[in-house]
Each structure stands twice: as C-alpha cells, then as structure tokens.
C-alpha cells in the first residue's frame, strides 16, 4: 500500500507521532511518504492508495497549515482510505466535556474543509513543559494539576499510547 503521511504540529509530539505511523507501516512493507502539511502545496494524492492526516488541538481548533491542506485536497482525499489523527491532551482523559469538545473540534475541521475522513483516532499528546514559554509553562501547569494529580512540579509527561496507536494502524490498514 502507498501511503500519504500528512502532519502540522505546534510542540512536536504530533510529528513524533507521525513519525512513528511512518516508521510501523514502513517495517510492515507499506510504501511511506511524511510531509509537513506546509509543504504538500504541489501534492497530488492521488498517487496514493491511502493518507492520513495528523493535526493537534489547541483551543479548539487544529493548525491552519493542516486545515489548508485537507481544503486544498478534499476531493483527492476523498477518493482514498483516510485516517484523520486528532492529538490532544483531552484525549488523555475521560472528563465526558472535554470528549465532546473534541468531537467537536473535528467536526468543524470537516465543516471548514470540506474533507470527511473514513475514520478518526483521537491519540493523546504531551506535555512538554521544558519547551514552553513562560505564561505558557504556568498555564499549561495550571490546566494539568487540575486535570491530572500525577503531574509533579512541571516535568514533560508523554500521555501518547504507542501500543494503542500501532493497533489503530494496523486494523486501518486491514480494514482497506
């Protein structure tokens, strides 16, 4: 199988996380092409059998260099297999609230970009506290303690499970 990798990431984790989807259905045999979502302007997906797109939350809303890309190319990624990847830190949790927010983030990333993908994973991301700014690192330590007691005096935590990603993978990849 020929597979588009496409991802725009603010702090980084969702390009790891892009990376790693590169990396397994590579070592599985698949065909793999990764790219910024920034630089898919002259991509044609239609030279691939599937795609998929990878994107975080923040406030409510995925990045716009990923919003452009599935706009610019919702006709060709509607004429393939497609795995939309959501990451955020709610993704974490099970507060009933924060699942409906990402739900609804999605569904208005659809809205605007006119792409509807075969099918969505919500993975959660990471907290990477050692690469905030400063009002950004209190924030974010502030969201945390309230939502995750685990978290000690502002260290990175990665929320992101491998094993469960690998299995969205490889059931996406049979299910084509």
Known sequence: MRVLIVYATTEGQTRKIARFAADHLGAAGHSVELLHAADGDDLDPARFDGAILAGSVHAGSFQEELSGFARDHAGKLGDLRTLFVAVSLSAAGSHPEDWAGL??????????TGWTPG????????????EYSFFRYWAMRWIAQHRDESVQGGADVEYT???A???VLDAWVVAG
């Not at 739900?103 to 605007?112: L, M, P, S, Y």
């Not at 099918?119 to 050692?130: D, E, M, P, Y």
């Open 103 to 112: 739900e609804a983030a999605v569904t208005r990333f659809c809205a605007q």
């Open 119 to 130: 099918q969505v994973a919500h993975v959660a991301g990471a907290l990477r506290f050692s």
């Open 161 to 163: 499970d491998w094993d």
């Open 165 to 167: 990603l690998r299995a």
